[in-house]
């Protein structure tokens, strides 16, 4: 016996009480067999064909009439049916490439990740979070045995697989570069070189390169096209935008990245950011970069660990917790 | 958000004018008309982005492809009307030194 | 085992509504429910559709086939025109070439019980569907 014919009974009682009485509660029923009709993949012509069975049952001698027309209904609910289990069939492979996505974001998450140096008279704070799965965000820090820093922040256009993609490339041309080479400039024309011969036409990356001398306290820097990051000056209790000049990575092959450096004395911070800080908006409105100072004079006597989740926190916030772009902060505190 | 866009086709010159956001959602669309316009050789196609208050990095990718296709197809773009904030995407990422951009025009307040 | 085999020709349109009767009709004689006549109606219409659109001609046959307790309607669509290059592409839901509605090949799949395609470029298909008389 068919499933649906052990249901034909039930459904021709709960028809036939509907024909007499016209009452709800055999509409609720009609809405359960429904449910359970989908449950066991009962298929929209099925149920077509138990309603003209029961009806059958029911009034034998149905109109030849209202009989064709019902078998008209029942031709006509095939492609339904099909279209139905297709769309079942579409539902289960989006679940599976989503959770194949979330294999692949944990994956880059192991690929880039980077360790937070300890550095002696300089107290780092950094966070970076996706407004996706995948962040198009970058950061790295490398050390030397001279207890230099390299610091690197980047951000790829375009947001989800494709930057995150560009990214471990970037990742690993980076590691690839000898220890004993970190000046900035030249760091960033050998990314540009990488970037121009291996990323599609529309596909960019800026970055923002930086080289810290622990002996000297100078941070020397360059910047292929990045937001502009802020210098604090203690002193003056003052803030400075880092302008640079320099194009983004990978669109002339001939590029070339001046170098810039700036002295940071006690209390002085270098504040490093990707756009998703300065672009954040709320509703219709722009954050101006003023606020943006304002938030960060709000937080930045904390440890610098602290004071950048409480900025993002705070952005957050701001956004409703729906992020529109990556996130990226960094302090680097004397 | 969206983004309106009007061709006006002049023979050897396009014009197109641009209203509302350049971002991820819009910029394939804008891609997809303006790429055809700078493949064609010895046509000047002239972006006007005086309506145009919002653009994010993907916006710029695409005028960088258009660009590219410009100088493969040897036609010209040339970008007017940029309202400020839109103009200092262009000035940070270094692109005002390789697109022609008119900046005497500013566009928005 | 008797096999009985009937042949419907595919070069114009109309061709496909002489071949959906002829399976209905088929369908009938063997004992089918009115939902599976319409089911098999329907995956000849798709096969007989698929010649028309691709091929230009081509043929439906049906043949009433049975193993130890068992019968069954086989339908065999055979054509000689351009072939399929990639088989499991074409049986992926939603990739259909002709741009419709059209439940395309899986949608044949699921409508019978039985679904075999031969196929190679430049060189013809024939698909081969079965649908069993249900007890």
Known sequence: MEPFQFNLENYRKVLERYINTEDESSLYQAEQFSKLSMQNNILPEEIINIHIQALKDLYPELPKEIDASLNFLLETMISYGLAYQQFQTLRQKQGELESEISIAANMQQTLLSTYKPKIEGLDIGAVSVPANIMNGDYYHFVTDQNNNLGIAVADVIGKGIPAALAMSMIKYSLDSFPKTQRNPSIILENLNRVVERNVDTSMFITMFYGLFDAESSKLQYASAGHEPGFYYCAKSDEFFEITTKGMVLGVTSDSTYEQYEIEMDQEDIVILLTDGVTECRVGDQFIESDEVLKVIREYMHLPAQEAVERVYRHFEKLQDFQLRDDFTLIFLKK | ?109 | MSTTQTCVHIKKEWDIVGARQMGREKAKELGFGTVDQARIATAISELARNIYLYAETGKIYYEVVSDLNRVGLKIIASDNGPGISDISKMMEDGFSTSGGLGAGLPGVKRLMDDFDIDSEENNGTTITAIKWVRK
């Open chain 2, 1 to 109: 958000m969206n983004l309106n866009i009007e061709v006006n086709d002049q023979g050897l010159t396009q014009s197109v004018k641009l209203a509302g956001e350049i971002d991820a959602y819009t910029a394939p669309k804008l891609k997809e008309a303006l790429l055809p316009l700078v493949k064609k050789a010895n046509v000047t196609v002239i972006v006007d982005l005086e309506h145009v208050n919002y653009m994010d990095s993907t916006g710029l990718g695409v005028f960088i492809s258009a660009l590219k296709a410009a100088k493969e197809y040897e036609s010209e773009l040339k970008l007017v009307s940029l309202q400020d904030r839109v103009h200092r995407l262009f000035e940070i990422t270094g692109l005002e030194n390789i697109i022609n951009i008119d900046s005497t025009v500013r566009g928005g307040k």
